[in-house]
T-cell receptor
Framework: DQQVKQNSPSLSVQEGRISILNCDYTNSMFDYFLWYKKYPAEGPTFLISISSIKDKNEDGRFTVFLNKSAKHLSLHIVPSQPGDSAVYFC?????????????FGAGTILRVKS | DTGVSQNPRHKITKRGQNVTFRCDPI?????LYWYRQTLGQGPEFLTY????????KSRLLSDRFSAERPKGSFSTLEIQRTEQGDSAMYLC??????????????FGPGTRLTVT
């Protein structure tokens, strides 16, 4: 069962425009959400996160929006730059008995064209 | 110390052989995680240590897999009698949990395992 879904395998955006990456989840017990960026041959790099008690978090060009009622979050990148081209993973923090684990979506490949 | 390191970066082995991977977390991080990523998927949780104690294991972690974190520092992940289905990227992550408000984990570059 895929609890975190990224339904768009890829997205292509012109440099300078906005990139919007979407993520849906099914488990209402998730209380913290994260976005990671991954370049080829590297591990995922933490980008931005949001607690379930908030609906928006902003860090420079990156903003994450959370809609709890719809179980949906999105990552906005504006303006998009060619260096943003990477795979973006949405992740949710799931509590275990003694800590938490991250549950990831399958990723969205973002291509920013110059 | 600039981040999580993993060795080797690549491993090619024949089916039935044993392999061992090493992860060095960010120093002072008390939590260490292992994930596995296959092509076209996101990372999937395998197991987790707090200091030297292995506190959680996924059902993905068959009895051919064993992980250790002696003295709460580096960790090793061993796969015995490898199978072709074990081919994947094995990722290690670490975190420092000093309160319950943040859950960021910081990943290493991974070890890519190919079983022939």
């Amino acid at each position: 069962d895929q609890q975190v879904k990224q339904n768009s395998p890829s997205l292509s955006v012109q440099e300078g425009r906005i990139s919007i990456l979407n993520c849906d989840y099914t488990n209402s017990m998730f209380d913290y959400f994260l976005w990671y960026k991954k370049y080829p041959a590297e591990g995922p790099t933490f980008l931005i996160s949001i607690s379930s008690i908030k609906d928006k978090n902003e860090d420079g060009r990156f903003t994450v929006f959370l809609n709890k009622s719809a179980k949906h979050l999105s990552l906005h990148i504006v303006p998009s730059q060619p260096g943003d081209s990477a795979v973006y993973f949405c992740a949710a923090s799931a509590r275990m008995e003694y800590g938490n684990k991250l549950v990831f979506g399958a990723g969205t490949i973002l291509r920013v064209k110059s | 110390d600039t981040g999580v390191s993993q060795n080797p970066r690549h491993k090619i082995t024949k089916r039935g052989q044993n392999v061992t991977f090493r992860c060095d977390p960010i120093s002072e991080h008390n939590r260490l995680y292992w994930y596995r990523q296959t092509l076209g998927q996101g990372p999937e949780f395998l197991t987790y240590f707090q200091n030297e104690a292995q506190l959680e294991k996924s059902r993905l972690l068959s009895d051919r897999f064993s992980a250790e974190r002696p003295k709460g520092s580096f960790s090793t992940l061993e796969i015995q009698r490898t199978e072709q289905g074990d081919s994947a990227m094995y990722l290690c992550a670490s975190s420092l949990v000093w309160d319950r408000s943040t859950y960021e984990q910081y990943f290493g570059p991974g070890t890519r395992l190919t079983v022939t």
